[in-house]
């Protein structure tokens, strides 16, 4: 008997650990990058700046002025940057 609870054991945990790396490759996927400036349509994008404003997915150092996409800092937004940020 001890044998097999010992292996139902292992088996419990290997399946803890499938789980916690297929969580942890879902966390891993790259985020949208917003749009420099809103497309004004009634109906929001995925990377609509505003909406991300309004969830709260626009990266860290960003806000929107405007329809206008700006850094908090007051310097030049640039696609290179954003990449860098989300």
Same mark, same amino acid.
């Given at each position: 008997?001890? !044998?097999?609870?010992?292996? %139902?054991?292992? +088996? %419990?945990? !290997? +399946? /803890?650990? #499938? !789980?916690?790396?297929?969580?942890? +490759?879902?966390?891993?996927?790259? *985020?949208?990058?917003?749009? *420099?400036?809103?497309?004004?349509?009634?109906? /929001?994008?995925?990377?609509?700046?505003?909406?991300?404003?309004?969830?709260?997915?626009?990266?860290?150092?960003?806000?929107? %002025? /405007? *329809?206008?996409? =700006? *850094? =908090?800092?007051?310097? @030049?937004?640039? @696609?290179?940057?954003?990449?860098?940020? #989300?």
């Amino acid at each position: 008997m001890g !044998k097999s609870e010992s292996k %139902k054991d292992r +088996a %419990k945990v !290997k +399946a /803890k650990k #499938a !789980k916690a790396a297929a969580a942890a +490759a879902l966390a891993e996927k790259p *985020r949208k990058l917003p749009k *420099r400036e809103c497309c004004e349509s009634r109906t /929001k994008c995925g990377r609509c700046p505003l909406r991300m404003l309004k969830e709260g997915t626009l990266p860290e150092g960003y806000t929107v %002025k /405007k *329809r206008k996409l =700006v *850094r =908090v800092d007051g310097g @030049k937004v640039t @696609k290179k940057d954003l990449s860098r940020v #989300a």
